[in-house]
């Protein structure tokens, strides 16, 4: 990955079908069953949303994922068994395998790696990159761009 913009395009032009068929619902893994729904929206099997979540377009679900009560998902790529709390909003982000998300959390512009953890009310701005494993405690103040790993 050269940088985040390249790879936040890659994906969306993935996810808009602009590289079809290389589509998230082509099944081109071996275990994939994502389903392509309205407004370029992917879900996999097993995927629980509250019925207060806003789900808008260019969202995709990987299997076993959460979404809590009020959450509001626009253009993220959610991988697999991730939790996202209640109130939390992400826009324009990228949530790896096993990530959790806390309650009232706001993800911008980002990219979360596999089994991220991060407390309830924290604010991740744009740019930011959290690294495999690292857990973000509850009044942390991460600044734009900030690099963080274990």
Not at 17 to 31: I, M
Request: proline share 3%.
């Amino acid at each position: 990955m050269q940088d985040f913009r390249s790879y936040h395009s890659i994906c969306r032009d993935i996810v808009t079908r602009w590289v079809f068929p290389l589509v998230p619902d082509a099944q081109l893994l071996h275990d994939s069953t994502y389903v392509h729904t309205k407004r370029n929206s992917y879900r996999e099997g097993g995927v629980q949303v509250a019925r207060s979540a806003m789900i808008g377009e260019g969202v995709v679900l990987g299997r076993g994922s959460v979404v809590g009560e009020q959450a509001v998902l626009k253009r993220v790529i959610v991988g697999r068994d991730c939790m996202v709390g209640s109130g939390a909003f992400i826009n324009e982000s990228h949530i790896w395998s096993g990530a959790v998300i806390g309650n009232n959390v706001t993800i911008t512009h980002s990219i979360i790696c596999d089994k991220v953890i991060i407390a309830d009310g924290v604010s991740i701005p744009r740019g930011c990159i959290l690294s495999y494993g690292v857990r973000i405690g509850s009044g942390a103040q991460i600044p734009e761009f900030a690099r963080i790993s274990k």
